[in-house]
């Protein structure tokens, strides 16, 4: 037993091996395909992404909120359980609103779709 003392007492005084995730999230490397991040500012509604996505991941679509509004409201929805994060919604993109993040998505108990409103249209 006295011969462990040494290493007992290093391990006391040593960092932990493990990092204490979620807490602390390790910086993604670059390049890295983890989530699809989109700029609801910069879309003009052309749906150039619907028709690029070869999942069927990214669509869009008018809701009329009331029956006394004058017009629908825009929306750009997203499937990330459908997604495959190749990038051919970004390439297609011409006004910068979808681009490739490095955080991945959280856990979740339910499959629900995005919806982000689109105001600039
Ligand atoms: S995200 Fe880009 S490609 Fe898709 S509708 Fe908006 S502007 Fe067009
Ligand atoms: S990254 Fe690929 S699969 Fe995901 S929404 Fe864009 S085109 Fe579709």
Redesign the pocket.
């Known amino acids: 037993m006295p011969w462990m003392v040494g290493n007992i007492l290093k391990n006391f005084c040593a960092r932990p091996a493990t990092r204490p995730y979620p807490s602390v999230l390790r910086e993604p490397y670059p390049g890295t395909r983890g989530n699809l991040a ?1 700029e609801a500012q ?9 028709r ?1 996505c070869p999942s069927a991941a ?1 669509f ?1 679509d008018t809701r009329w909120e009331t029956p006394e509004a004058s017009e629908p409201t825009w929306y ?1 929805v997203f499937d990330p359980y459908s997604c495959i994060l190749c990038g051919a ?1 970004v390439e ?7 681009f490739l993040g490095g955080r991945h998505y959280a856990p979740v108990s339910r499959k629900d779709l995005d919806y982000d409103r ?1 105001e600039s249209w």
């Open positions: 989109f910069n879309c003009v509604f052309c749906g150039e992404c619907e690029a990214v869009l750009r919604c297609a993109c011409a006004y910068e609103a979808l689109v």
